[in-house]
């Protein structure tokens, strides 16, 4: 009997801006993370949209859904719907991914990779309003991210930099997002 293993995800990955001159290297690197964390955590089969786009789409994604008047490196859309297939949708902005990677001298595919696996694990409903949450969501990233030998996005100059999204979420916690969620980002 000829078995034939099913892929626990299906990935659309789109390229929504001209920034993303690399598009096929960044489309590799996004679905290769996304369907590792996907392994590792064991989930269930369904399937999710990536786009890649720009700061000025990101920002009003950001305003629009979320209230805040800025550009951010990565947003996850969460859906449910009937079938409960379509996990949701990862929306990923190339100039802040670019400035960030540059900033913190790290390879730009280390710091997509973790940005993708980090959108993932909002769609599957991991967050970091808490320090203990943060803990919790870092530490699978940090276990994700080393079976891509990525290295530590939370280590700077050898020093754990923990807790850091939990400090800067207290710091929004005033700012509630939309109830509303898009069927899908397009």
């Given at each position: 009997?000829?078995?034939?293993?099913?892929?626990?995800?299906?990935?659309?990955?789109?390229?929504?801006?001209?920034?993303?001159?690399?598009?096929?290297?960044?489309?590799?690197?996004?679905?290769?993370?996304?369907?590792?964390?996907?392994?590792?955590?064991?989930?269930?089969?369904?399937?999710?949209?990536?786009?890649?786009?720009?700061?000025?789409?990101?920002?009003?994604?950001?305003?629009?859904?979320?209230?805040?008047?800025?550009?951010?490196?990565?947003?996850?859309?969460a859906?449910?719907?009937?079938?409960?297939?379509?996990l949701?949708?990862?929306?990923?902005?190339?100039?802040?991914?670019?400035?960030?990677?540059?900033?913190?001298?790290?390879?730009f595919?280390?710091?997509?990779?973790?940005?993708?696996?980090?959108?993932?694990?909002?769609?599957?409903?991991?967050?970091?309003?808490?320090?203990?949450?943060?803990?919790?969501?870092?530490?699978?990233?940090?276990?994700?991210?080393?079976?891509?030998?990525?290295?530590?996005?939370?280590?700077?100059?050898?020093r754990?930099?923990?807790?850091?999204d939990?400090?800067?979420?207290?710091?929004?916690?005033?700012?509630?997002?939309?109830?509303?969620?898009?069927?899908?980002?397009?």
């Amino acid at each position: 009997m000829n078995r034939t293993t099913a892929t626990p995800l299906k990935i659309d990955v789109l390229v929504d801006s001209e920034h993303w001159q690399d598009a096929g290297e960044s489309k590799s690197v996004v679905r290769r993370a996304v369907m590792k964390a996907a392994a590792v955590l064991s989930t269930s089969p369904t399937e999710l949209a990536i786009v890649l786009t720009d700061d000025s789409t990101m920002r009003t994604l950001n305003r629009n859904w979320r209230g805040v008047e800025a550009a951010t490196n990565v947003l996850s859309f969460a859906t449910r719907n009937a079938s409960g297939r379509h996990l949701g949708d990862i929306v990923l902005a190339y100039e802040t991914i670019k400035r960030e990677a540059h900033r913190a001298r790290k390879p730009f595919a280390h710091h997509l990779a973790h940005l993708a696996v980090h959108g993932f694990l909002h769609l599957l409903g991991y967050d970091h309003e808490s320090d203990v949450d943060a803990r919790v969501m870092e530490t699978a990233e940090r276990t994700i991210l080393r079976k891509l030998a990525v290295p530590d996005p939370y280590r700077v100059d050898g020093r754990s930099t923990a807790g850091n999204d939990a400090k800067r979420a207290a710091k929004r916690r005033g700012r509630k997002p939309s109830a509303r969620r898009p069927e899908r980002v397009r």
